[in-house]
């Protein structure tokens, strides 16, 4: 998978991208970044990149035609193109699936108010937030994007079991995990886990993660529920 950037801080990337298993999987070569400065693109003495907004208003506008520039060099036909936004489709675990099964993304870090919308209008196949709230800048969002895509690219993790059984699967979140000492200050590992028995195991983990998905997340209980109904 090739990840292209576009952003106005390309240095931002420079240690999560090749630190741990991110950095390994790209020493690997299982993904490569381009990490692309859309200011190079600017033609005009200052390097301008962003504009007032037309019809007034708070903050700045993203130029088009740096972008244009850059999204021209960067793209070929097998280029998904995204822009982070915080007005864009919220990233969910099925989002990220489809993303992963791509051979090359390109994601534009947003910035200021937002980007032209003939950028988006031309070029952008999907706008994407990761949250509902507002961040000072794209290029958080984009490492949050790209670790949830590169994480299910076969050979990512060397254990593939952990994609399975994961939050998210299913629509529950994940049952609580304990690792030694069995036992520390008062606070002992539940016993049926050190049973052995992996029937009730499995029990003990799905009747913990209903719990907690019930009690945390009541919005994926009810998809649950449905699921069930439906015999999904
Ligand atoms: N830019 C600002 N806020 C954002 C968000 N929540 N998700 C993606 N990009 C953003």
């Known amino acids: 998978m090739i990840f292209k950037i576009l952003t106005l801080f390309p240095e931002f990337f420079k240690s999560p991208l090749s630190s741990g298993l991110m950095g390994r999987a790209a020493e690997k070569g299982l993904m490569k970044f381009d990490i692309r400065d859309i200011r190079s693109y600017t033609e005009d003495r200052h390097n301008r990149c962003d504009d007032y907004p037309y019809g007034g208003g708070s903050g700045m506008v993203l130029m088009p035609d740096p972008l244009f520039r850059a999204i021209e ?33 390109c994601i534009i870090c947003g910035h200021y108010e937002g980007v032209d919308q003939r950028v988006i209008d031309r070029y952008v196949d999907l706008e994407v937030s990761i949250g509902d709230y507002v961040l000072s800048g794209g290029e958080y969002a984009a490492l949050v994007i790209i670790d949830a895509v590169a994480r299910l690219i076969p050979g990512f993790m060397s254990n593939s079991e952990s994609l399975v059984e994961e939050s998210f699967e299913k629509s529950l979140l994940e049952y609580p995990h304990y690792t030694r000492p069995p036992v520390i200050d008062d606070m002992a590992v539940p016993g049926v886990l050190m049973g052995g028995n992996h029937g009730e195991i499995s029990e003990w983990r799905m009747k913990k993660s209903i719990e907690i998905t019930k009690r945390v997340r009541p919005d994926l209980y009810k998809r649950y529920i449905k699921s069930k109904i439906l015999g999904e």
């Open 73 to 105: 060099d960067a793209k070929n036909d097998d280029t998904r193109i995204l822009l982070t936004a915080a007005s864009g489709r919220l990233l969910t675990q099925e989002i990220a699936g489809g993303l992963a099964a791509e051979k090359e993304l």
